[in-house]
């Protein structure tokens, strides 16, 4: 039954509400003070402190959710020493970087772009998607022609140091990604900003050397991203093809909403995939989820994953719980 609960205390009264509807997930008075406690909150996949920092200061200043993540994200995309997303990362082996992303608002609308050429902001290019277009996805040659449409300038995302490394990698041509390496290739951003709204993003060069042509989990909804605003959110890195065929995002936000909690929906999501995966030692899959009382969990195949986690003015580095 759906509950009011007028607001007595003096501090609580200060976020300018006057009632808590339960859809929210708030039914007492407590609830409504650890919410002020736990939120905002930004949590992100492998360690990057400066992308989950831009995104809780957005956060902390009063920003919504669905823009602290797409810019959170952003600050990967432009780092040239990170190789697995955005300009300079490793490129496909016809010497091609193929960007793929997504983002999701807490209305449930989703944006995506995959096999993206050309564009260093390939979360932002998914977001004009999601806003400006009646579609989910766009891929290819239409997703850059939709970029250029939108004002996006065309880049070369090759830089000196990848083609370098492309350049040696083409002696052997050998496909070995390196676990917690290779298989980091992803930064998945969570956000819940102080009116409790939950906002999801996702970008992602792929794995180094893949097939031309090849798009990852990254920017399929339901698979790198899912976040139902009234359960929670996840997000997943690691070997793409793995958890596409899981759809494990998804199924952490439905065993959430089934009353689990994020951290043994992970570890059922991961359980699932080592499972269906013989070969499930030569990879790493993982995944991170929060509900929306601001209760995290993570799993992962390997160990040396981790995640980063921004609240309260403090970014952490929070080692992950593994099955190896």
């Known amino acids: 039954m759906k509950r009011r609960i007028f607001i007595r205390n003096t501090g609580i009264t200060s976020l300018g509400m006057t009632v808590i509807p339960a859809t929210l997930g708030f039914n007492t008075i407590n609830d409504l003070e650890n919410m002020q406690n736990k939120f905002p909150l930004t949590i992100a996949t492998w360690n990057f402190p400066n992308a989950s920092q831009k995104a809780g200061e957005l956060l902390d200043s009063g920003a919504t959710a669905l823009d602290a993540v797409e810019q ?53 290019v998914a977001r004009r998607v999601m806003e400006e277009t009646p579609h989910v996805m766009l891929v290819g040659q239409g997703a850059d022609q939709f970029a250029r449409e939108q004002g996006f300038e065309k880049e070369n995302l090759l830089t000196e140091e990848s083609e370098k490394a492309y350049r040696e990698w083409l002696k052997k041509k050998e496909y070995k990604p390196i676990i917690n390496i290779e298989n980091h290739d992803t930064i998945g951003m969570l956000c819940i900003d102080k009116n409790g709204d939950i906002a999801g993003a996702c970008t992602s060069s792929g794995l180094s050397y893949k097939m031309n042509g090849r798009v990852g989990d990254s920017p399929i909804i339901g698979s790198g991203l899912f976040l139902d ?26 065993l959430m909403r089934q009353g689990k909690s994020p951290q043994e929906a992970c570890e059922i999501a991961i359980n699932r995939i080592i499972k269906t995966n013989p070969n499930y030692r030569d990879f790493q899959a993982a995944f991170i989820a929060l509900n929306k009382k601001g209760e995290l969990g993570s799993y992962c195949i390997q160990k040396g994953f981790s995640y980063v986690k921004y609240q309260n003015s403090k970014n952490e580095n929070i080692p992950s719980h593994y099955y190896f």
């Open 72 to 124: 959170g994200v952003m600050i990967e995309e432009t780092n040239l020493k990170n190789t697995t997303v955005g300009k300079g990362g490793a490129p496909d082996r016809e010497g091609n970087v193929t960007l793929d992303a997504c983002i999701m608002a807490p209305n449930g609308n989703a944006g995506a772009v995959a096999y993206l050429k050309n564009n260093t902001h390939a979360v932002s």
């Open 229 to 254: 605003n009234k359960v929670g959110g996840a997000v997943a890195t690691g070997m793409g093809e793995a958890i596409m065929k899981s759809v494990g995002s998804f199924l952490i936000v439905e």
